[in-house]
């Protein structure tokens, strides 16, 4: 389509993946412009091609702004509403001699899902994820996405992904529900092949944890280490369910925190650094021969 340049708004350019190709999903970093209806496409004019339309990365953008405390301002998405925008760069002569028809579904959006009151209160909600094919990326998504793509759904890029259902603990010992929720990933992960699964939660494993009682808790040692240096951990610390970690400290602070992670079975526990009144106190060590973890 010919747009006049004063329809166009050259020379912009992205570096933080707010954009995605719209005929593959790949985020995108680098020059494009913009139309006065709204659209977008890759080079810095029409004149630097290949000029790939470009969409924005809903979920990404999502995801950033629920890190930053905004969560509550994003619903889930509805596959079937989403309109069928995809160009087809195909020469028609080329795609009458294909075997297999063209697939111009969009490709699938991610959805920021949250449990409700009902599954806080049986303790464990259903979390579902798309894997794109020959590669580690995965994305979450709503339950009509995932149910679209399981039943291949025509309207769908159905071959191009995979997709996973996990349950998920929410509440309980913070420790025990970091456990179960890791494992649970981990099953899937070698069950079903899904290459790079556990590192795509970034150790949020105590993600939409919500307290039956107070928020914070204590241990006094063996169960968990400070991510950064490994050193064993005694005293107080608080679930931070935002970002899905477990933290040092009786509260949540603005200052620096820690961050803490249960113990492999098989570690030894040694080097326990004594907590006292919320604040390091005197810093002992002792040597713990038990094994507790997973």
Known sequence: ????????????????????????????????????????????????GPNLMLVQDVANNAQKDVEAGLEGSFTTTNLDLIPNTTINLLPPTYQSAMSVPVNNAPPPISSIQFPTEEEYNTGEFVRYFLKKSNTSQYMEVNNQTYTNYSNTNPNTQHQLYTPIKINWDL???????????????LLNQKSQNLLGFEFSFRGKFVKYYKPTTQNFFNTSGGELKVEIDSENYSGFYHVNSNRGVLMEGKFHKPTFHRVLVPFKTDEIKQDVKVKINNEVGTSIRKNIQRKSGY
């Open 171 to 185: 509440t309980g010992d913070p420790i025990d529900t970091y456990i179960v929720n890791r494992n649970i990933v």
């Open 1 to 48: 389509m010919y747009y006049p340049l004063s329809q166009l708004t050259t020379n912009l350019s992205t570096s933080n993946e707010e954009f995605i190709l719209l005929d593959t999903g790949e985020a995108y970093t680098g020059n494009y412009y913009s139309t006065s209806d709204g659209n977008y496409f890759t080079g810095n004019t029409p004149q630097d």
